[in-house]
């Protein structure tokens, strides 16, 4: 069978052969300007995105989908913005039916027509940035440059790297073949083979909060371009940004010729627990999680009919032994521990110290001494409301303010952490970051997760001392980023075998532009489900494959 492609593959191959050739080079690509700047969007973009985003509010979200006549509303803002959008509801059955209807004609379709009707998608999405920018800021609390990166051009680039990967392993084999064996003196057997790519089901993405369309995307697009329905569930408290990607979903699906019931948004009633019923729903095959660790254990361990893909919650750790830049360290570990309010799951939690101190360029400093100049460029960094508010945004839920003062009860405080006035948003939340002093014994403080703006300077007996802890807390609870500071290449070589050990992401040295929470895509694989953090990896072949099969036919020439 010969897959005649859609025209929207032609119209965007010229973009997938070169998501194709990043993902085999895994240098820096990107699809999709991370710069909001006039010059590369245009003059009216930013004004226009913004004045969409602001028509959804106080209304029906404009979304023609199958629902029961009841509409939802959940959104809290952390920036104080009354936001009230109300969703079309359905439950579990009708969106479950309404999926399964159309897998036939999409599975039908083949890879080929199916991944340029995904390009399509992100292009449509990548014209509509702006207000997919201000509706990830108004949900999660990021700062608008952080939403228009991370939630926008960067998401975008991630899903793009699911697409090249998924298409790589639906294409590796031919779709027909010929088949001949010698069979003595008679005529040789002689077969002709067809290799169908099959989806699994319906899928099903569970959004999350902080990052709702960075996560979601990568799960939504490998699933939907693989040939399964897609159910999305955002999290109540950021439907936004994934109501606004479904409904441009279904818009490029009904323009090219599909069912729009290929792509669904399932909003929760308070208290519907909805996730969950479509989680152990028989029909859901896939299920793509981000969140915490609790419910990540819950659904690998009980929908079992689904491949379960999850990002859990991890401790992400910091080993400092020495370093030729101590100034530079202390800004990027410092810039790290901002950013966002610490609120992203790649972000640094225990930084294992030396308690007789490191040397550096700027001749030994004791342990007092490094964590005091970590505490100092944080200090910097949000000592200015105005320019502060723009790296830390908003406190995203009650959970963060409740740890901020869980945590004032343990250790001794290096920075204290601060209420700060948001110049533009009277109502904001706004924390700034602490950092607390505890000994290598205080085990129990922080070998558990405490997601926020709080990190831990971990006096250790010596760097091994330090890798002993890196490896026995990784190793048991997981993470997602380590880093390491040192001048000697033995230390190096010995945190990154230990890094390798325990299966999480090293980076080193870092004193410039690049910092351990952030990731490239097409380049850097964000977790490596290869520790308790996560049971998979954004983005690779392992992240794709399973979600479908190869069933072939044959037949007698």
Not at 221 to 241: E, W
Not at 289 to 311: C, H, I, K, M, P
């Amino acid at each position: 069978m010969t897959e005649t492609p859609h025209p929207l593959y032609d119209r965007h191959a010229e973009t997938l052969n070169r998501a194709l050739t990043a993902i085999t080079e895994r240098g820096y690509w990107s699809a999709y300007p991370e710069s909001p700047s006039p010059r590369v969007y245009g003059e009216t973009a930013a004004a226009d995105g913004k004045a969409a985003f602001e028509a959804y509010l106080g209304g029906d979200f404009p979304l023609d989908q199958p629902g029961d006549g009841d509409r939802v509303t959940t959104e809290h803002s952390p920036f104080g913005v009354a936001l009230n959008v109300r969703y079309p509801h359905a439950d579990a059955d009708r969106l479950v039916a309404a999926a399964s209807a159309a897998l036939p004609a999409w599975r039908d379709a083949g890879p080929r027509t199916r991944v340029g009707v995904c390009l399509e998608i992100l292009d449509r999405l990548h014209k509509n940035v702006f207000e997919l920018a201000n509706a990830v800021q108004f949900t999660s609390g990021q700062a608008f440059v952080m939403a228009f990166q991370a939630g926008g051009a960067h998401a975008l680039d991630r899903a793009l790297e699911a697409l090249a990967y998924a298409y790589a392993e639906m294409t590796r084999h031919p779709g027909t073949a010929g088949w001949e064996k010698a069979a003595g003196k008679g005529d040789p057997l002689r077969m002709s083979k067809t290799f169908h790519v099959v989806p699994r089901g319906v899928a099903l993405v569970i959004g999350c909060n902080t990052f709702p369309t960075w996560n979601s995307y990568p799960g939504l697009f490998a699933s939907l371009v693989t040939g399964n329905p897609v159910v999305v569930k955002p999290h109540p408290r950021a439907v936004l940004p994934l109501a606004v990607t479904v409904r441009y979903a279904r818009q490029v699906l009904a323009e090219a010729g599909f069912d729009p019931n290929l792509v669904l948004l399932a909003p929760e009633a308070p208290g519907e627990k909805l996730a969950s019923t479509l989680a152990l729903h028989p029909a859901v095959q896939i299920v793509d999680f981000t969140g915490s660790t609790e419910y990540g254990d819950w659904l690998e361990a009980n929908a079992r009919q689904a491949a379960v893909y999850t990002e859990k919650a991890g401790l992400n750790t910091v080993v400092i032994d020495s370093t030729d830049d101590f100034a530079g360290m202390c800004r990027n570990l410092g810039f790290t521990l901002t950013l966002y309010s610490g609120q992203m799951c790649t972000t640094s939690q225990n930084i294992l110290i030396p308690r007789d101190g490191i040397d550096t360029d700027q001749g030994h400093k004791s342990f007092d001494e490094v964590a005091s100049g970590i505490a100092t460029a944080v200090g910097k960094l949000t000592g200015d409301p105005a320019r502060g508010v723009e790296l830390t945004g908003a406190i995203v839920n009650d959970g963060v303010l409740e740890r901020l003062d869980e945590v004032t009860k343990v250790g001794s405080p290096v920075l204290e952490s601060r209420t700060v006035e948001h110049p533009s948003f009277p109502d904001a939340v706004v924390r700034t970051p602490t950092i607390v002093k505890l000994n290598a014994g205080d085990t129990e403080t922080y070998s558990r997760e405490w997601f926020g703006p709080i990190s831990f300077a971990i006096a250790t007996d010596s760097t091994a001392h330090s890798l002993e802890i890196l490896r026995s807390t990784v190793g048991e609870k997981g993470a997602l980023t380590a880093a390491v500071y040192s001048t000697d290449d033995a230390v190096l070589d010995a945190t990154e075998a230990a890094a390798i050990e325990v299966g999480v992401h090293l980076s080193a040295n870092l004193t410039g532009g690049v910092f351990v929470n952030q990731s490239a895509a097409f380049s850097d694989f964000h977790g490596s489900g290869a520790n308790a953090a996560a049971n998979s990896a954004l983005t690779d072949g392992a992240y794709v494959a399973n979600r479908f099969r190869i069933v072939q036919s044959r037949r007698h020439v």
